[in-house]
T-cell receptor
Framework: GAVVSQHPSRVICKSGTSVKIECRSL??????MFWYRQFPKQSLMLMAT?????????EQGVEKDKFLINHASLTLSTLTVTSAHPEDSSFYIC?????????????FGEGSRLTVL | AQRVTQPEKLLSVFKGAPVELKCNYS??????LFWYVQYSRQRLQLLLR??SRESIKGFTADLNKGETSFHLKKPFAQEEDSAMYYC????????????FGSGTKLNVKP
């Protein structure tokens, strides 16, 4: 089956530093990748949608300069949390849509837990 | 604005009992609705889509546009159905956006 890998699964950083999270589709090409943020016991909040080779589309209220998304190829998207602060601590999840797969089926990464000290 | 509401955070039933996980949505156009499931220590995965009208693992869901609902049902719950269930909406025909509800934890007791 289609596999999406996220790295790192856990990261701890100091306030003010930047952190990059990678999302890879291992065995398929992804037309679109989505980045979500999940707070404890809450839903997945869509942050942005990224399509290969074009700028990401951010949801209202998500700072595009704070959360930089790059989708350089059909198998890789990265989320960079710039100048991280403790309030950015969260669980970040990416998902990808198969280019030729079942319409509307998303494949999820295992998530990345960010802790900003 | 689009919104997906799952009113129940936790639903506990006994094995063999019917189960219904509620999902209501608000969207101005014609959305596509999905149910995703997350079993313990696993990732989220697609359970079913309304457009395919399928039954997966005994679960079905009917889109009711009048009530803007997409409730997930199963006539006889099994212990292995215990998981977190998320209702999701895609409001774009190109599936360029997906919005999720807050999830319902289903606990099937023996």
């Amino acid at each position: 089956g289609a596999v999406v890998s996220q790295h790192p699964s856990r990261v701890i950083c100091k306030s003010g530093t930047s952190v990059k999270i990678e999302c890879r589709s291992l065995d398929f090409q992804a037309t679109t990748m989505f980045w979500y943020r999940q707070f404890p016991k809450q839903s997945l909040m869509l942050m942005a949608t990224s399509n290969e080779g074009s700028k990401a589309t951010y949801e209202q209220g998500v700072e595009k300069d704070k959360f930089l998304i790059n989708h350089a190829s059909l198998t890789l998207s990265t989320l960079t949390v710039t100048s991280a602060h403790p309030e950015d601590s969260s669980f970040y999840i990416c998902s990808a849509q198969h280019k030729t797969g079942i319409t509307g089926e998303l494949f999820f990464g295992e998530g990345s837990r960010l802790t900003v000290l | 604005a689009q919104r997906v509401t799952q009113p129940e955070k936790l639903l506990s039933v006994f094995k063999g009992a019917p189960v219904e996980l509620k999902c209501n949505y608000s969207y101005s156009g014609s959305p596509e609705l999905f149910w995703y499931v997350q079993y313990s220590r696993q990732r989220l995965q697609l359970l079913l889509r309304h457009i395919s009208r399928e039954s997966i693992k005994g679960f079905t869901a009917d889109l009711n546009k009048g009530e803007t609902s997409f409730h997930l049902k199963k006539p006889f719950a099994q212990e292995e159905d215990s998981a977190m269930y998320y209702c999701a909406l895609s409001g774009d025909s190109n599936f360029n956006k997906f919005y999720f509800g807050s999830g319902t934890k289903l606990n099937v007791k023996p």
